[in-house]
């Protein structure tokens, strides 16, 4: 997928994310006009070929819809030579705005990992896919900082 693909796809996440998702109308748990359903399958292509862009090797994009009073989120786990990156998109309830959160992992199985790093909607609205992907490559080269200290 093009860079100019995914970054229509960051704007269509952030136009999703400023929508209640937890509403019950429409579709089932789907909330209006289908939008949780539209979030989770948008949310799901874009962190897979975001870790391709990013050259995480055994990556895995996952969503998960959760219940009707919740958004659902999308998740992307992936690693690199020496650590890796855990991604997740949702529209939590106590803060809608920081809707993306990201940080660095020691193996494909670590849930905790690093600090917990976040974007805004604001961000995934107004932010380039390559400064996007910049960004997260810069944890990268942290990861192997941090070892070799």
């Known amino acids: 997928m093009s860079h100019k693909s995914q970054e229509k796809n960051m704007r269509k996440l952030a136009g ?9 109308w429409g ?3 789907s909330g209006p006009n289908g939008a949780k359903k539209q979030f989770l399958s ?3 292509t874009f962190l897979r070929e975001l870790g391709k862009d990013l050259g995480l090797r055994d990556a895995k994009a996952s969503a998960r819809p959760g219940g009707i009073a919740v958004s659902g989120d999308c998740t992307l786990i992936g690693m690199w030579q020496t650590n890796g990156l855990y991604v997740q998109l949702s529209q939590p309830c106590f803060d809608r705005e920081r809707v993306l959160l990201y940080r660095t992992i020691r193996h494909s199985r670590d849930y905790t990992g690093g600090r917990n790093l976040y974007l ?5 609205a107004e932010m380039s896919y390559p400064g996007l992907l910049i960004l997260l490559t810069s944890l990268r080269e942290e990861g192997a900082h941090e070892r070799a200290a």
């Not at 805004?120 to 995934?124: V, Y």
Request: net charge neutral; aromatic share 4%; charged share 40%.
């Open 16 to 24: 999703l994310l400023s929508q209640d998702l937890s509403y019950i």
């Open 27 to 29: 579709e089932r748990e």
């Open 42 to 44: 948008t949310g799901r």
């Open 120 to 124: 805004t909607r604001r961000d995934l």
